[in-house]
T-cell receptor
Framework: DAKTTQPNSMESNEEEPVHLPCNHS???????IHWYRQLPSQGPEYVIH???SNVNNRMASLAIAEDRKSSTLILHRATLRDAAVYYC?????????????????FGKGTKLSVIP | ETGVTQSPTHLIKTRGQQVTLRCSSQ?????VSWYQQALGQGPQFIFQ???????GRGNFPPRFSGLQFPNYSSELNVNALELDDSALYLC????????????FGPGTRLTVL
């Protein structure tokens, strides 16, 4: 089962910032927080990941709470192309394999709609 | 540098048949993970191949099997197809047993009639 909880859906106006929340209250000290998004009819696309500090890249920013029990993905200016399902993921170690092997356990994610 | 590619794009089979789906990993990646995504759900982990060996498996029956080749491309085979096998099948490539970021292909849409 996914170890994160996210709202089912959110709406944003085009060109406004979007804050997508995620709760992960059972996170361990070594768990990285990963975000992927899936546009319609495409495979999931990596967005960003982080451990403790806030992270920025060309796609988004990731704000991580001090206790690490929650995080927020920030899209600074939503475009129509950002309409997608956004997944917040804590990786699961693979059973019976060597150290450093992981699978991604997806929940249902947050469906983001962008209004022109 | 090419990304992850999958073939075919779409496939229609009938119940009881067998199917093979193919995945070419991103250049330099030695790990391929396969996922099944039913309509309206998030992807579910099937199994992972690392350096040509199965490296871990999710809750899928043995009729789901795979291979990884020396060039790190991979196949997913499903025997005795059932209606519930209709889904989008995704592969993702990465470095080091999934330690590195997983990059997904566009998927193969399988319909079982």
């Amino acid at each position: 089962d996914a170890k994160t909880t996210q709202p089912n859906s959110m709406e944003s106006n085009e060109e406004e910032p979007v804050h997508l929340p995620c709760n992960h209250s059972t996170i361990s000290g070594t768990d990285y927080i990963h975000w992927y998004r899936q546009l319609p009819s495409q495979g999931p696309e990596y967005v960003i990941h982080g451990l403790t500090s806030n992270v920025n890249n060309r796609m988004a920013s990731l704000a991580i709470a001090e206790d690490r029990k929650s995080s927020t993905l920030i899209l600074h200016r939503a475009t129509l192309r950002d309409a997608a399902v956004y997944y917040c993921i804590l990786r699961d170690p693979l059973r019976g394999s060597g150290a450093g092997s992981y699978q991604l356990t997806f929940g249902k994610g947050t469906k983001l709609s962008v209004i022109p | 540098e090419t990304g992850v590619t999958q073939s075919p794009t779409h496939l229609i089979k009938t119940r009881g048949q067998q199917v093979t789906l193919r995945c070419s990993s991103q250049s330099g990646h030695n790990t391929v993970s396969w996922y099944q995504q039913a309509l309206g759900q998030g992807p579910q982990f099937i199994f992972q191949y690392y350096r040509e060996e199965e490296n871990g498996r999710g809750n899928f029956p043995p009729r789901f099997s795979g291979l990884q080749f020396p060039n790190y491309s991979s196949e997913l085979n499903v025997n005795a197809l059932e209606l519930d096998d209709s889904a989008l099948y995704l592969c993702a490539s990465s470095l080091g047993g999934g330690e590195g970021t997983q990059y997904f292909g566009p998927g193969t849409r399988l319909t079982v009639l």
